[in-house]
């Protein structure tokens, strides 16, 4: 069975700095599907990235990033330029692409306080 | 947009009650899960469901039911409410095939079983 592991409970970054949240998987599997959630105090589970593993290049959105590496089962999500929106719980996620219904697997989460 | 939205937000039941969580969403999904969201367990998926009438357990289904009659809603039972189910429960849809990445929640229910 496919786990992923948040080694991380809780990161603090300043406004406008950036910030690195680690996430490892375990899995068999070559083809998945790999996403950061973003869960804010008002509960709404936000997708904030998502990779898919038979791409090399890593995935961007705006100011998130990802560190993707396939050999290590690593997935970063880097932060740029820090807003105190980016306030929030964050969850690392696998899907595989071969198991019956692909169901998400989470990570425990990361809470990302962000200060003035 | 898409919308998952759950009944209710906050609930509080007595131990062995018969407790019902629904869910319903507005894109016409095939694939609706119940997740159970703990501090320091991350989100365990109760159960899941591919189509009408059609469900599969998940990771944690011991104490839980779901049904769902039709496609836009998917209901979660706790046959006999236990304190050990007091926890934020999270329900999810996700169209049908496998490069339809992104699945979309609900607010979630937080419920506390007294």
């Known amino acids: 069975a496919q786990t992923v592991t948040q080694s991380q409970p809780e990161m603090s970054v300043q406004e406008a700095e950036t910030v690195t949240l680690s996430c490892t998987y375990d899995?068999?599997?070559?083809?998945?599907?790999l996403f950061w959630y973003k869960q804010p105090p008002s509960r709404q589970m936000i997708l904030v990235i998502r990779?898919?593993?038979?791409?090399?290049q890593n995935a961007t959105e705006n100011r998130f990033s990802v560190n993707f590496q396939k050999a290590a089962k690593s997935f970063s999500l880097k932060i740029s330029d820090s807003q105190l929106g980016d306030a929030a719980m964050y969850f690392c996620?696998?899907?595989?692409?071969?198991?019956?219904?692909?169901?998400?697997?989470f990570g425990t989460g990361t809470r990302l306080l962000v200060s003035p | 947009d898409v919308k998952v939205t759950q009944s209710s937000r906050y609930l509080v039941k007595r131990t062995g009650e018969k407790v019902f969580l629904e869910c319903v969403q507005d894109m016409d999904h095939e694939n609706m899960f119940w997740y159970r969201q703990d501090p320091g367990l991350g989100l365990r998926l109760i159960y899941f469901?591919?189509?009408?009438?059609?469900?599969e357990k998940g990771d944690i289904p011991e104490g839980y039911s779901v049904s769902r009659e039709k496609k836009e809603r998917f209901s979660l039972i706790l046959e006999s409410a236990s304190t050990n189910q007091t926890s934020m429960y999270l329900c999810a849809s996700r169209d049908r095939g496998p490069m339809n990445t992104e699945a979309f929640f609900g607010q979630g229910t937080r419920l506390t079983v007294v």
């Open positions: 899995t068999s599997e070559s083809d998945y599907y």
């Open positions: 996620a696998y899907r595989s692409l071969n198991t019956g219904f692909q169901k998400l697997v």
């Open positions: 469901s591919y189509d009408v009438k059609m469900k």
């Open positions: 990779q898919e593993a038979y791409k090399q």
